[in-house]
């Protein structure tokens, strides 16, 4: 390389890192980080800059590239990882003094600190669990791009909480169907109504629903269609059904361009907005006391719904773009274990019927 080209060429390098930082930073968007000793939340920032700030720069560079990488397929679940490796870098800051996250830093002894110190605030063993993985990957994946560091992965199968794959006591709830009816009810313009109507029918993820433009919507041989990215990059045309089409209209109020969705003040809304409120409809529709009406709650009802009806697994998998069908069965398998303890604790009732007469009134 000439000498004349080459600071050209450092300076196309630089340009094409700094767009991928932005890419990226745009991707995993922003997060209000909550104060680990106040709990309190801050203000909203962006997820790859607080990386930048928390991690040391080899590591920040490691994390990047891994965030960055196809093993990690759809955009909630980068941002998932990222908020996983956040809270790691803030444990380590603040219960093990270590000032910048740095793999190398990361002992077995800091791994089983974290679980300790978990266990005792009660946190669902699931969530320990998947922040162990998530540690874990970066590791593996590091190790895979750069042999040569040979990073010691600190975590291993014997540090991570055991989990029972039938405990569907944490499990996502779901509504019934006159229960989702009394959500749709308490919407109070067409613009909130579409929200859980759009999610409900396509068993759809809040981050598709966010980002699916009017341009997405297409009419071919008298039908509407919705081209809908689904998680993983996966393309998928959706007909949609004439009385979700007029609602679509009616909330669209004659534009033709931008996002589907728009709140009552023309914004896009995101995923926290959706979450928002999809939260204050349910408490107006009296639903899930104690809990929140969650995008995922409303996917997690469709698919329950359509195997009450019964429409077969591998039908119920495909709607879902599950790809394997036992995360299809996450899903059914707590309806039916419901349905089987109800069952078999009635016939119960039968050997003591008679003998508690004394005892209760009709």
């Known amino acids: 390389m000439s000498a004349d080209l080459e600071p050209r060429a450092a300076t196309t390098v630089d340009r094409a890192v700094e767009q991928q930082l932005l890419h990226l930073r745009d991707l995993l968007g922003q997060v209000a980080p909550r104060d680990p000793h106040t709990r309190r939340l801050g203000p909203r920032r962006w997820r790859l800059e607080l990386l930048a700030e928390l991690c040391a720069p080899d590591t920040f560079r490691h994390t990047v590239t891994w965030l960055s990488s196809t093993l990690i397929t759809s955009p ?5 990882y990222a908020d996983d490796i956040r809270h790691w870098a803030v444990f380590l800051q603040h219960e093990e003094g270590i000032t910048q996250f ?4 990361v002992t077995p002894y800091a791994v089983r600190a974290y679980r300790q110190r978990e266990e005792e605030r009660s946190s669902a063993p699931r969530t320990i669990k998947r922040r162990m993985d998530s540690l874990s990957s970066l590791f593996n994946f590091t ?3 750069n042999p040569d560091l040979r990073l010691f992965n600190p975590v291993t ?9 039938n405990d569907h006591t944490t499990a996502t709830p779901v509504l019934e169907v006159p229960e989702f009816q009394a959500v749709v009810e308490a919407a ?4 909130e109504a579409l929200v859980p109507v759009l999610i409900y029918t396509l068993a759809g993820r809040v981050s598709e629903c966010c980002t699916a433009g009017l341009h997405n919507l297409q009419e071919e041989g008298g039908q509407r269609k919705l081209d809908l990215r689904r998680k993983g990059g996966k393309g998928r045309v959706f007909i949609l059904p004439p009385r979700l089409c007029e609602l679509i209209d009616v909330a669209k ?3 033709t361009s931008g996002p589907l969705l728009l709140d009552d003040n023309d914004r896009p809304p995101h995923r926290h907005a959706i979450d928002y409120l999809l939260n204050r409809l349910g408490r107006q529709a009296s639903v899930l006391p104690g809990r929140d009406l969650t995008p995922h709650v409303l996917r997690a009802s469709k698919l329950t719904h359509m195997h009450d009806e019964g429409v077969p697994l591998e039908e119920i998998r495909q709607f879902a773009d599950h790809a394997h069908v036992q995360t299809t069965l996450r899903y059914i398998r707590q309806r039916d274990d419901e349905a089987l303890k109800a069952k078999h604790a009635a016939a119960a009732v039968k050997v003591y019927d008679h003998l508690v007469d004394r005892f209760v009134t009709s």
């Open 76 to 80: 909630g679940a980068k941002r998932d």
């Open 102 to 105: 740095a793999l190398e830093d």
């Open 253 to 255: 109020a004659g534009r």
């Open 157 to 165: 199968k014997f540090d991570k909480p055991k989990v029972d794959p």
């Open 188 to 191: 109070a313009t067409p613009r």
């Open 143 to 145: 190790n895979w791009v």
